[in-house]
């Protein structure tokens, strides 16, 4: 007998005799969801054993499963993550009114989950309401984090704050909220002491501030704490002096006139931070108190500028002290001699977002260029995640890039004049992104921009073989391009395309491929109306959602949004989405 | 002439007169690749943010409609989403470019001083903060004032700086943030003798 079949024989065996509570405890510490996914396809009894551990539930798209399917997969959830809209709808292409609403979800919540404990929710939908309900129904919830969502004011953290018995973490971040007041934050108890995140920086009306000094001396376990504009330097001085072991801060404004006696306090409470490893504010271009932070700025791993418009002498005298530092976001008014800075004194960056300051006037030759990429990609070899907008790119810039910095997982490229050539060459931005393909054999997400032709996508299909996410707007000639994606890229789980070419012949080249995506997005393609029907009545398990296209004047045009369900069509799709 | 139709049609320029939907200027099937991107997307029959901006302006003929959208020039065509940039983050650049339009414009506000035959006027901008102004002050109407303290006001000088604030109030400079001030700040007056003595004054 084959000693490795026997071998092979008794193992299978034993797994299948597996006591289910030992297996139980094993299982119960495996956290990532996607290897709790594997784990749950071994066998009956691992699914069985897997879905009564499962703790956190991260739904990728709030249609794609119904409340009801998931609480009776799995019984014991107490976390929860949910993401709504399209990520297109961060840019205004899906009109209000849409869905994605939190309700409907907290309703079964409220009857299977009664413990439930954590709440992450991204592009959804939420209503004061809900807020309130939330805060009443769930007598154990610890952490709310809202990131992109949008319907409800601050009327609902209300609710939160004075409900909330053990509220652990607030996290409101970049929602469309409707910015009433800040009297949330007065709505905590008296004797309140169990937060350890409260991130309220992009609220812009005034919070009392004796209530703010208070919730930060009671809460000593508050690790993150990132205030808003108002909060002015004299009082972050008093909350920092009352916290000093917090991990991420936030400050509010920098603009305050200080005497010295001031600058000293604040630059002591600094020092007395001796646990910061991220900073994030929104200053202003003119402050002149950034040294205040140098102490602080040893052990930083992550710095967060987007919202401050400094100059490149600024960034570079800050940077000096940051000589950990692993992620750094940062708006294009630094320009390439910043980059330049961060490249040579951060030689552990590993991830870098330069986000435009002014990103509609096509007339200025502001921002950053090929040469600042090409800098940080010379003094950062680590470097693997990239969201960079420019005004001008070459193919040569990006080929040199990505050779310096072969470990690519994210390239987003944002060329911001739609269809713009290589500006040395007039070439099309073919080469450049076929070298981030080639070379780049880990790259998991692509954002593309700049004049593209299918040879663009022809590269794409045939090199990146760990490719997930696809971004297109403003690129490819025919159809073949959209099909090279579909019929290349193994792994392809979310594309989303604007303004292009593809029509229907693209489309449909896709039956195969979108049972095993999350998601596709099309607007303002050549896609018709008849090519979705063809579509949906091939693929009866994908929603295939139309909108008509306000945007366009032929009144022929739709926004495609097709997604893999076991729910079912949309029972609460508006008027304007029309579900094939 | 069969096979020729097609330069025959060229001829008669037929484009130029058929009936469609559709911009002007625009048609219906181009490779993308041999035009400029301007026209590329032009031909998308893509009504610009601008576009429809002005058409509503048009109609409802109020200019005040079109000055709230967008600050670029009106010539440049902004297309809806792009550049790919949150509202969030769009909405608090539009913010900061506001309030640094509103500062490069000037702050101007009247300044009197006790006993002096003139006012004058200075732009708040111009200055950096109270000690700034405060110098620029005592140059202007040659004169010292004394030390701040939160308690005591300005100690040390006959004189003391005031301003009145949007509700109408009397306050003396330097009590609130720089910025504040710069923005509540309606007119400003040099107190001086027993009054300006007044002010600050415990009871």
Same mark, same amino acid.
């Not at chain 1, 009114?97 to 439930?116: I, K, M, R, S, T």
């Given at each position: 007998?084959d000693?490795?079949?026997s071998?092979?024989s ?16 094993? %299982?119960s ?9 594997a ?7 691992w ?16 249609y ?6 998931v ?28 869905g ?23 592009r ?20 709310l ?9 601050t ?9 909330c ?22 709505c905590f ?24 000094e ?7 376990s ?5 205030v ?21 801060l ?21 020092i ?14 003119t ?29 570079a005298?800050?940077?000096?002290h ?16 910043g980059?330049?800075a ?9 991830? %870098? ?6 990103p ?10 090929e040469s ?35 470990g ?28 981030v393909?080639?070379?780049c ?14 040879l663009?996508?022809?590269y ?16 490819g ?12 890229c193994?792994?392809?789980?979310? %594309? ?18 979108y ?6 997005w ?33 009144g ?25 | ?8 049609e060229k001829?008669?320029?037929l ?6 939907l559709?911009?002007?200027g ?49 010539s ?21 470019k506001?309030?640094?339009e509103?500062?490069?414009t ?10 002096a035959?003139y006012l ?6 111009v ?10 002050l ?8 004394g ?6 006001g ?8 005031t301003?009145e ?29 027993s ?9």
């Amino acid at each position: 007998m084959d000693p490795s079949k026997s071998r092979d024989s008794a193992e299978s065996t034993r797994v299948i005799q597996f006591p289910n509570d030992v297996l139980e405890r094993i %299982l119960s510490l495996i956290d990532s969801h996607r290897d709790r996914s594997a784990v749950s396809l071994v066998s009956k009894a691992w699914y069985n054993a897997e879905r009564w551990t499962r703790r956190h539930v991260f739904i990728g798209n709030c249609y794609a499963v119904s409340p009801q399917i998931v609480a009776r997969r799995f019984p014991n959830i107490r976390s929860v993550t949910l993401k709504g809209k399209p990520r297109f709808s961060d840019f205004n292409l899906v009109p209000p009114n849409w869905g994605a609403e939190v309700h409907a979800w907290l309703a079964v919540f409220a009857d299977q989950y009664p413990l439930l404990e954590e709440l992450r929710l991204k592009r959804m939908t939420v209503t004061d309401e809900s807020l309130k309900f939330l805060a009443r129904k769930f007598q154990k919830f610890r952490a709310l984090s809202l990131l992109s969502c949008d319907g409800f004011s601050t009327n609902g953290l209300e609710a939160i704050a004075t409900d909330c018995r053990h509220l652990t973490e607030l996290d409101i971040q970049e929602n469309g909220i409707d910015d009433i007041s800040g009297n949330w934050l007065s709505c905590f108890p008296e004797n309140f002491t169990s937060l350890e995140v409260l991130n309220f920086a992009s609220l812009s009306s005034d919070v009392n501030f004796d209530a703010l000094e208070r919730l930060v001396s009671q809460c000593k376990s508050l690790k993150i704490l990132k205030v808003n504009k108002n909060i002015t330097l004299e009082q972050l001085q008093r909350l920092l002096v009352r916290a000093p072991q917090l991990t991420e801060l936030g400050t509010g404004s920098f603009l305050q006139e200080l005497t010295a006696h001031q600058y000293e306090e604040l630059e002591r409470a600094f020092i007395g931070c001796k646990n910061l490893h991220a900073l994030s504010g929104s200053w202003e271009a003119t402050t002149l108190y950034l040294p205040v932070l140098y102490p602080a700025c040893t052990n930083l791993t992550f710095l967060n500028l987007s919202y401050a418009a400094l100059p490149s002498e600024e960034l570079a005298k800050l940077v000096a002290h940051c000589p950990h530092l692993q992620r750094l976001w940062v708006l294009d008014t630094i320009e390439d001699v910043g980059l330049q800075a961060v490249a040579s004194n951060c030689p552990l960056l590993e991830e %870098l977002r330069v986000f435009p300051a002014d990103p509609y006037d096509q007339d200025i030759n502001r921002g950053v260029t090929e040469s600042g990429f090409l800098a940080v990609s010379l003094g950062c070899r680590k470097l693997h995640y990239v969201l960079y907008f420019c005004r001008q790119m070459t193919n040569a810039a990006v080929a040199r890039i990505v050779q310096n910095c072969p470990g690519f997982t994210h390239f987003r490229l944002c060329i911001m004049k739609p269809g713009q050539p290589d500006y040395v060459t007039n070439e099309p931005m073919d080469e450049g992104f076929g070298a981030v393909v080639k070379t780049c054999t880990n790259l998991r997400r692509l954002g593309v921009s700049g004049l593209l032709t299918d040879l663009t996508f022809e590269y794409i299909g045939r090199y990146a073989k760990n490719l997930e996410t696809l971004s297109v707007a403003f690129a490819g000639g025919s159809d073949r391009g959209m099909q090279c994606i579909l019929d290349g890229c193994p792994k392809l789980r979310k %594309l989303e395309i604007r303004d292009s070419p593809f029509g229907n012949g693209a489309l449909l080249s896709g039956l195969e491929k979108y049972e095993s995506m999350r998601s596709l997005w099309m607007s303002a393609c050549k896609v018709t109306l008849n090519g979705c029907k063809m579509l949906a009545r091939q693929r009866p398990r994908l929603n295939v959602e139309v909108m008509k296209d306000e945007d366009m004047d032929d009144g022929q045009s739709y926004k495609v949004y097709v997604y893999r369900t076991v729910a079912g069509p949309r029972t609460d799709a508006p008027s304007f989405v029309h579900t094939l | 002439m069969g096979s020729g139709g097609g330069g025959y049609e060229k001829d008669l320029n037929l484009e130029a007169t058929e009936l469609r939907l559709g911009l002007p200027g625009t048609t219906s099937s181009t490779a993308a690749t041999d035009q400029e991107p301007e026209a590329r997307h032009a031909r998308n029959n893509k009504r610009s943010l601008v576009d429809r901006c002005e058409e509503e302006a048009s109609k409802d003929a109020s200019r005040a409609l079109q000055k709230d959208h967008d600050s670029a020039p009106s010539s440049k065509a902004q297309i809806v989403g792009w550049p790919p940039i949150r509202s969030y983050r769009k909405n608090s650049l539009q913010a900061t470019k506001t309030e640094t339009e509103t500062s490069l414009t000037g702050i101007y506000v009247k300044v009197s001083m006790d006993g002096a035959p003139y006012l004058r006027k200075i732009d708040l901008n111009v200055y950096k903060g109270y000690s700034d102004l405060l110098k620029a002050l005592e140059n202007m109407f040659k004169f010292t004032i004394g030390d701040y303290s939160e308690r005591e006001g300005y100690k040390g000088s006959e004189f003391a700086p005031t301003y009145e604030d949007k509700d109408g109030d009397w306050m003396l400079v330097g009590d609130v943030p720089w910025e504040m001030f710069m923005t509540s700040c309606k007119r400003l007056r040099i107190m001086r003798g027993s009054e300006a003595r007044g002010l600050g004054c415990a009871v």
